[in-house]
């Protein structure tokens, strides 16, 4: 399997990065859980590592900042032409840019961003790194949606942030868990925007609004039992889904993230 470097485009998730307390031990477990390899990234404070399968980079991982009660969490990074312009744009329609933007060396300009509910996301100029270079592999990302409690208003800001297409779902099918709002780029969905609130408790166990990252593999269920063997947690058991048997994870240090086998 050879790595492939795709420009994505504007609005579509490229990447994710995870900030650990300590890097050697989520590098075990993801290497024995997802089968990644590492090699060293961008110089950071610390240290920062890009995730591989197949020696393709499909995730980065570094060493948080020592702050006090700072939560462990993914984040989604997503394509845009300029970080300056799109920074601008979540400012203007009530969103917070807590990072940025700011260059990374070669590798391309970024920014951090939260939006009107407080879920964090990414912003990637890319320029050396253009993000993904594998997908919908074992292993590798294979899907991005958003847990929000206001699937409107959160529908209104990434639509004018990203400049592109958010279709909203019938509330009939997503009461039944058929159908999400999603993002749409050229007509294609390349996110998701996930209603949850009390009619929905598919959702509640998961915390608060934010990104949830999905990563492909070939058995749900396995992998559910490998965590917990590795000493992370599973959150919401494997199940069956329209998209594909998914399970709700966490690992050692309580970074949360989902698994599927299509």
Do not use: K, N
Request: proline letters at 7%; a negative charge; one cysteine or more.
């Amino acid at each position: 399997m050879t790595a492939v470097q795709v420009r994505v485009a504007h609005g579509s998730p490229c990447w994710v990065t995870l900030l650990v307390h300590d890097l050697d031990r989520a590098q075990a477990f993801y290497s024995a859980l997802l089968g990644w390899g590492f090699t060293p990234g961008p110089a950071e404070p610390g240290g920062y590592l890009r995730a591989t399968r197949h020696g393709a980079g499909v995730a980065g991982i570094g060493l948080a900042p020592e702050l006090p009660a700072a939560p462990v969490e993914w984040t989604a990074y997503f394509a845009v032409d300029s970080a300056d312009a799109a920074s601008a744009r979540v400012r203007e329609h009530g969103g917070t840019v807590a990072v940025g933007p700011l260059s990374s060396g070669p590798a391309g300009r970024l920014a951090i961003a939260a939006d009107l509910s407080g879920a964090f996301f990414g912003l990637w100029e890319g320029h050396e790194h253009l993000g993904w270079e594998l997908v919908g592999e074992p292993g590798a990302p294979a899907w991005t949606e958003l847990v929000t409690g206001d699937e409107p208003t959160a529908a209104a800001f990434y639509g004018a942030v990203f400049e592109r297409q958010v279709v909203e779902a019938d509330p009939s099918a997503v009461a039944r868990g058929e159908e999400d709002a999603t993002l749409r780029v050229a007509g294609q969905r390349v996110a998701g925007l996930r209603m949850t609130g009390l009619g929905q408790t598919r959702d509640l166990r998961d915390g608060p609004p934010r990104w949830r990252i999905y990563f492909t593999v070939a058995d749900t269920d396995l992998t559910a039992a490998q965590c917990r063997a590795l000493g992370g947690a599973v959150l919401v058991e494997p199940r069956d889904t329209p998209y594909g048997r998914v399970a709700r994870l966490a690992d050692p240090e309580g970074a949360r993230f989902s698994v599927v086998a299509p």
